[in-house]
């Protein structure tokens, strides 16, 4: 084990990353779950009978907020991204599992998180009000240089109390929330929906948000790979103002 870290041996990032782990996920999930109320046990025989009258249900389903429809189906992402995120995520708990990389029982690696160059890093006006714009160079490479050199000087003494023998779960209090980490995270539409709602910034919303950026690029992510899966959902939700029902 170093004494010193260095700059070779930690790495550090301005992306996410998520992948699609498994998935239970299709438009027929919401359709057999909505038509059972009037099919009963045939709800499964409607399925393929009329694909223009599914749409239709799909959205009907959606604008009237008739939501338990849209329960019946699950989505595993794997997420690598900063602490600071996922202490947002955890905001979100209905229709959520997590299961995050835990520093008790494994030495954390020296991964950190910083800002890329289209990260708007100024903050104007107050809050409710406020927008973020691009900074200069110059406070760039501050924020760059300062957060570097923060991140080597905490894991250095992170690595120098594991050497003389301090646990895991006590050591890793040094360090700071732009330390990678990674989980499992398992939704289903309407529970994906409603954090989307809230952590992505997006014109047809009928109601603005504005989430940090960081967790947006993981919504976006997640939303691609659920737009793949569930194309008549994904459309009724951007066609009803980007709400879950």
Known sequence: ??????????SFRSDVTVELVKHNAADSDVLWAARVSTAGEQSLDELGKDPERSKGLINYLMRDRH??????????FLVSA???VFREFMRHRVGW??????GRYRELQPVFYVPGEDRKLVQQGRPGKYEFVHGSPEQHAAVSETMRAS????YEAYQRMLKDGVAREVARAVLPVGL?????????????????????KDDRAAVPSFP???????????EAEWARLMPLTYAAFNANGRQAP
């Not at 990678?180 to 929906?193: D, H, Q, V």
């Not at 940090?212 to 997640?222: C, K, L, N, S």
């Open 1 to 10: 084990m170093p004494d010193t870290p260095s700059e070779t041996s930690v």
């Open 212 to 222: 940090q950026r960081e967790i947006e690029m993981v919504a976006e992510r997640m």
């Open 97 to 102: 599992s997590y299961n995050e990389e835990s």
């Open 151 to 154: 991140y080597l000087e905490s």
């Open 67 to 76: 939501g338990s429809p849209f329960e019946h189906n699950s989505m595993t």
């Open 180 to 200: 990678f980490s990674s989980m499992y995270a398992t939704c289903n539409a309407r529970s994906l929906m409603h954090f989307l709602s809230l952590r992505t």
């Open 82 to 84: 900063p602490i600071f």
